[in-house]
Each structure stands twice: as structure tokens, then as C-alpha cells.
């Protein structure tokens, strides 16, 4: 199958062109091919934007064992809609993900159920250094420094000592010290204004643990990318890092020796504590929201580069289950269908380029993790595309939602700046409204063997 992508304005690393792309396979097989070529079929993008499609290294996508929340195939419909083709997905299902063994059930889940690609974390526990060695076809490994399911909490210092001395996989972390965290529920217990959730989860408890992660990781040389940045003071910590502080952070300005990268998320963003009062327990997420000017500050890392990565951290509960009362109700969104939306949104906004969010949600997050040929418009790469109209307005509604929760803390919002159409390794998955449910993703290659994991290519 050959298909001809004609007249859009094509998003590449180096800025935008006026050029053809022609996908043959899964894969791109030309920018600006001959005049006469021939093709299965021809695509007029006039007045559109080609990029590269979203790579979402952070959801949780509850399969197995939370899907009446969401699952594999309806979550990755979202995504397609959305301009998301590949997804990382967190190990913290029921049960948790843990052991090759485990690992591997996911896969094969998401090859009968995902239409698009995947991947999967291994999660650590206190306990399993040894699968955390030996396991292999994830992107890394993930620790939960704060409140979490299962046994996945690894809070106990020998045991994060011997995960980021003695294993090579890259490692990622939710960081939040729980030790503060504990204490601040005691101090707030009894309080049900959900406002409250910020004060238990906040600025200090995040900037503890991150501190210790990237001790860590500085200390024993090991690639470490930190999820969700909620404060400005974390972005300090960051800066002090990139700025030459510690025996191995002394990068200056050579981004392929970084050790240490890092994230934000929409939420982190464009939203703070002021929203409580219209939002409620929808605004509850761990970390939790922050100040309005915790989200200049993290705007601000992100344009100089001490942040990275946009991810969602897409974790969908019924809207029953986020209306129970405060503390009752569990912290996530779903966000992953509007995530690159909201984003183009502040495109229209004047608060950053379309080149920057395609380097933040798909260049970046292939760099990081070694994704191969993902993540940019280039000859050879993957047909992972996405069609976006940078002018079209619409409305989230919450009965348009594909996503199983079936609603969005963005509801009645309007803005400017959609996706309209999703390849995935060359097929159509996604075209104004409806999803091609018969496609069927890859898993995501890894190639964490390689140097210079962010230099550019």
C-alpha cells in the first residue's frame, strides 16, 4: 500500500516545509518523491499540518484488572483519535507488572487489543532485583517513590541503592517522599475539601524525593527521567543539575552526555489549585496540582530545555468514583485523547511553537527511551503520522469521549487546533471522528544498547 500525503506543511526537526510524504508499507518511504510518482492512494492536506505522531511515555491503562475503568483497546482508540501512536504504559495494573512473566501477558494483550503501539515498564519492588536484571523488550523500569498499589512502593534507601547501582535498563519515577506525605495526612485528617489534597501532597514532598532520585542516579551514573515535574522548585533542582552541580551532572551544554531528563504534564500545566473550587475531586491527581506560579515555572523549563517531555499520565476512574467525597475519591484524569489538542491550543495561544510540541511529544520521548525510527518525519522512519488543523475549533464534550471513563476535566472547553487524521505504521487508524478499530499496533522497538541516547540524528 503506497500512499501520497500531498500539499501540507510538514513539521520537521530542523522546522516546517511545503513538502510531499509518501508512505509505502509501514514506512516512510519519501519526502518529496518525484512529481509522477504513483500511489494506492492520494491525501490533499492543503491547509494542514503533518507531525510526526504523539509518543505518550507515561499512561496507565488499567488492563489487567481495573477495566471497568479502561482498557487496552478502548484507551488506545483515544490515543488514536488523539494523535497519539505509541504509549508507555505503567506497570501498576492488577496484578502489578513485575516479572518478565507478567511483562510479557501485557504484550500480548495489547498485540490482540492496541490500535496503536506499545510498550511496557517493569515495575520495581523492594524485592525483585533480579527481574529488574534480566528483563528485556520494556523501555525501563519504573519506581514508585510515594504512595502506590500493590508492593510497588520502594521507599527503603538499600534497596533504591541496588536498583540504580547493579541494573542497566533506563529508570523513571513518580517522586513524592512519603515519609511528608504521611505526616501531612495526619496534620489535614478529617479536613474533606479536597483543596487539602495539595497541602498533604506538596511542594516539599516533591522535591524530596526527586532530590533523592536524582542522587541516585548522579551517583551512580544511571539514566533517569523524572515523571510529572508539579513544581517550580523541582525545576530548580533540575537547572542546578544542567548547570554543573554534583561529580557527573557537569554536562554544559552537551545534551548527549545528559544523565538525567524529565517531564510535564498537561494538568501541571494548564491547571493549579485555583481550579479546585470549579473542578472538585476531577482536579485530584498525584502530584498534586500546584500554585499558578508553579506552572509559569514549569512553562519556563520546558522552553529552556530543563524539561523535555509532555506525557499525560492518563489515569481514568469512573466518574463515580471521582465524585465520592474527599478522600474517598482516587487521584487521575483521563487526558490522553486531548492531550496534543490542548497543546495546539496554546500553539493558537502564542505560548509556544509547533515546533516545540513536536519536539516535546515526539521527538524527545523517542530520544529518551531509544525508540527506534519513531518520533520524526524522516526517510526510513516509521509512518506513524498525524494530520492536525491548526484552525479548526471544537468542543470537548464528555459524550464525545472515546476514552471508557467517558469524561474530561477540559468539559465544555473550547479550543483551537485538532488532529483529523492517524497513521499508524502506515494505516489509517484515525479520520475526523471514527477510528479503524481492524488496525492493530507494534510493540515499541528499544535500542537502549546505543550511545548518545538525546544527541540528534
Known sequence: MRTLIKNAHVVFPSGVAAVNVLIEGHRIAAIEPAVHTMADETVDAAGLHLLPGVIDDQVHFREPGLTHKEDLFT?????????????LEMPNTIPNATTQELL?????????????????????TPHNLAELKRATNTPGIKIFIGSSTGDLLV??????????????????????????????AQRYRGIADVAVHSKIRDVTAATIATKRAIDLAVRHRHRFHVLHVSTGDETDILGDYFAGNGEYAGVGDDPARRVITAEA???????????????GTLAQMNPSLKSADDNRRIWDA?????IQVIATDHAPHTLEEKQKPYPQSPSGMPIVENSLALMLNEVHRGRCSLEQVVQWMCDAPARIWDIVDKGRIQEGYDADLVLVDLHRRHTIRNNEQLTKCGWSAWDGVE????????????????????TDDNVRGAGAQFDHARGGYWASV
Do not use: M
Open 265 to 279: 504534564c498537561p494538568h501541571h500545566l494548564l491547571l493549579n489549585i485555583d481550579d479546585y473550587p470549579r473542578l
Open 104 to 124: 510479557n501477558a501485557k504484550l500480548a494483550l495489547a498485540a490482540e487489543k492496541s490500535l496503536v503501539n506499545y510498550g511496557f515498564y517493569i515495575g520495581a
Open 415 to 434: 479550543l483551537v487546533g485538532l488532529p483529523v487524521r492517524t497513521w499508524v505504521r502506515g494505516q489509517e487508524v484515525y479520520r475526523d471522528g471514527r
Open 155 to 184: 521507599d527503603d534507601q538499600d534497596a533504591l541503592e541496588r536498583i540504580f547501582a547493579e541494573t542497566t535498563l533506563p529508570i523513571t519515577a513518580h517522586c513524592e517522599d512519603e515519609a511528608t506525605v504521611r505526616a501531612n
Open 302 to 306: 520546558l522552553r529552556d530545555g530543563r
Open 75 to 87: 484507551a488506545s482508540r483515544a490515543c488514536a483519535k488523539g494523535g497519539v501512536t505509541t504509549f
